[in-house]
């Protein structure tokens, strides 16, 4: 079945260390990729977009993330965490040949940030 | 500009009431969306309007009802509703109606609904 799936319900992470959240997606052929970051009470902000080329996309805030085609994966990183990194994070994908405007998220992924 | 604007932030209503929610966005963009989510769980579509066209429509059941009056606004008319449609509605837009830019979204702050 096609999928997109977060493996990691819930991250703890120190301020200062690095963090990687998994994404993995389950398709004919490699869709578009994204992903969204929700801050607590707010509405979900793009981070980052994968179409094609290089495969390591750099964002906003600091976050980056790498499409590797054999896995299937399409994970998101960031050296050093802040305080304001807590928050839900999911990955999306948009496939390539379906009409329409469909984003297809990810169960999501909390992240904790401990002092 | 960049900004996605949804009012009421909060509402309550009765399973018997009309209500409504608003979205407006000054962008130019030429996609709007409705998403509906529960807590813990992603957002979950119900429309896509493309260039003031209903595009998409998820099997939402009829007592939701989007409008699309002109290319700056997206309103989504309540009526009769069930306490298991409580959640937070999100209003996004999008620069493209078509091709793989549909998925860079501009959301809303999210319209949170309690049905008693």
């Known amino acids: 079945a096609q999928s997109v799936t977060q493996p990691d319900i819930h991250i703890t992470v120190s301020e200062g260390a690095s963090l990687e959240l998994r994404c993995n997606y389950s398709?004919?052929?490699?869709?578009?990729l994204f992903w969204y970051v929700q801050s607590p009470g707010q509405g979900l902000q793009l981070l980052l977009k994968?179409?094609?080329?290089?495969?390591l996309v750099q964002g906003i805030k600091g976050f980056e993330a790498e499409f590797k085609r054999s896995q299937s994966s399409f994970n998101l990183r960031k050296p050093s965490v802040h305080w304001s990194d807590a928050a839900e994070y999911f990955c999306?994908?948009?496939?390539?040949?379906?009409?329409?405007?469909?984003?297809?998220f990810g169960g999501g992924t909390r992240v904790l940030v401990k002092p | 500009d960049t900004e996605v604007t949804q009012t009421p932030k909060h509402l309550v209503m009765g399973m018997t009431n009309k209500k409504s929610l608003k979205c407006e966005q000054h962008?130019?963009?030429?996609?709007m969306y409705w998403y509906k989510q529960k807590a813990k769980k992603p957002p979950e579509l119900m429309f896509v309007?493309?260039?003031?066209?209903?595009?998409i429509n998820e099997s939402v059941p009829s007592r939701f009802s989007p409008e699309c009056p002109n290319s700056s606004l997206l309103n989504l008319h309540l009526h009769a509703l069930q306490p298991e449609d409580s959640a937070l509605y999100l209003c996004?837009?999008?620069?493209?109606?078509?091709?793989?830019?549909?998925?860079?979204?501009?959301f809303g702050e999210g319209s949170r609904l309690t049905v008693l």
């Open positions: 996004a837009s999008s620069p493209h109606a078509q091709g793989p830019y549909t998925g860079e979204l501009f």
């Open positions: 398709y004919g052929a490699t869709p578009y």
């Open positions: 994968y179409f094609s080329g290089d495969t």
């Open positions: 999306a994908v948009k496939l390539i040949k379906a009409a329409g405007n469909k984003l297809t």
């Open positions: 962008m130019g963009h030429r996609a």
């Open positions: 309007y493309s260039y003031e066209k209903l595009s």
